[in-house]
């Protein structure tokens, strides 16, 4: 049977291939979309499925599309009053959070609260406040599905297991477009270089994270939360083709792997049907072609991404969101070429010594310490 379906961030990567996912169907309603500002993407897909709510992040752009859409009976709301509307609507059943940044946070607490099913492509809501979602989600009887490839393939591969059974997850990295580079090979590349990602197809700022491992980090920090697993037993493994997604090795010492061709669509719609699986269109993976599937390491000492997230996640209390806001202005510091590939290192660590942890904290206390954080970059970096 078909859901009714939100969308946080429907005109990004996941939004798209979300909508794509809903259009194959068929069968799934689609009661609110919402966007940061691409209003014309916005209008197309209201017109295509007929929401009746519409969250438009820039007040003044959600104005302009409400005079766009007046032929149509679609309530246009804006700011985060308008994504907390969209989140607790009542015939929503599955809230997809596919919106970059801890903008998703409030939202996806709203929506537990209110006892809707997450769909989660929304990777900061757990790095910053794992400790306040998950009991929230456990208390509500609200089902936490995982949209990212690696913990849908980890979440595929435990189906029918107990948590207890679970010895160890293996995180699978791609090794981004730089694997193999040595540190000083790295110092000059461009942005351009950074956003040819070998196989997935992603928006600018995970497309950057997966280039540093930055990404990786934050999926392991994810994993954590989303499978109760401490980070001793999270293991992270370069398998550079994007083969195989992820693997749980269980106390018995079998190791389940989930392998697909790298689609998003699949851990979407896994996810937006779950527990059933649909025929989904697409390559399927020929294993007379591809004859072998490699494996290494990642390189910790050239691509630091991966041990400060390890290292903010063994801190914990605040300093996960220190983590994950340095490396959002960062990013957005060097898409704008206002500074080098390493300097995102650089203000992630210096952003993480400064910082005083604040144990267990609050809602507020975790958008205060990234404000603070991103206060502290812009005053020390001067751009």
Sequence with gaps: ?????????????????????????????????????????????????????????????????????????????????????????????????????????????????????????????LVTA???????????????????????????AIQGSGRKEIHKLLITASGGP??????????????????????????????????????????VMEARWLFDVDLDHIQVVVQPKSIIHSMVEFVDGAVLAQLGTPDMKLPIQYALYYPERRYLPGERLDFSALKEITFDNPDMDT?????????????????????????ERAVAMFLKKQIGFLDIYRIIEESMERHEIIQNPVLEQILETEAKTYEWIESRWNV
């Design 178 to 219: 730089f694997r193999g580079r040595k540190r000083e090979e790295l110092e000059h590349v461009q942005v351009e270089d950074a956003l040819k990602h070998p196989n997935w197809a992603m928006g600018r700022k995970i497309t950057i994270d997966s280039a540093t491992l930055v990404n990786k980090g934050l999926e």
């Design 303 to 327: 691509f630091k991404g991966l041990p400060l997230a390890m290292q903010a996640s063994r801190l914990g209390g605040s300093m996960p969101t220190v983590f994950n806001a340095a490396n």
């Design 1 to 125: 049977m078909g859901k009714t379906i939100a969308i946080l961030g429907s005109t990004g990567s996941i939004g798209t291939q979300t909508l794509e996912v809903v259009r194959e169907n068929g069968d799934i309603t689609v009661a609110a979309l919402s966007a940061g500002s691409n209003i014309t993407l916005l209008e197309q897909q209201v017109r295509e499925f007929s929401p009746r709510l519409v969250a438009v992040w820039n007040p003044e752009k959600a104005v302009e599309l409400k005079t766009r859409l007046a032929d149509m009976k679609v309530k246009v709301v804006s700011g985060m009053e308008g994504l907390l509307e969209l989140a607790v609507l009542e015939e929503v059943e599955i809230l997809v959070t596919a919106i970059v940044g801890m903008i998703g946070i409030r939202p996806t607490m709203a929506a537990i609260e209110a006892g809707k099913d997450i769909a989660l492509a929304n990777k900061e809501t």
């Design 130 to 156: 794992g400790h306040l979602i998950m009991p929230l989600a456990k208390e509500k009887g609200v089902r936490i599905l995982p949209v990212d490839s690696e913990h849908s393939a980890i979440f595929q």
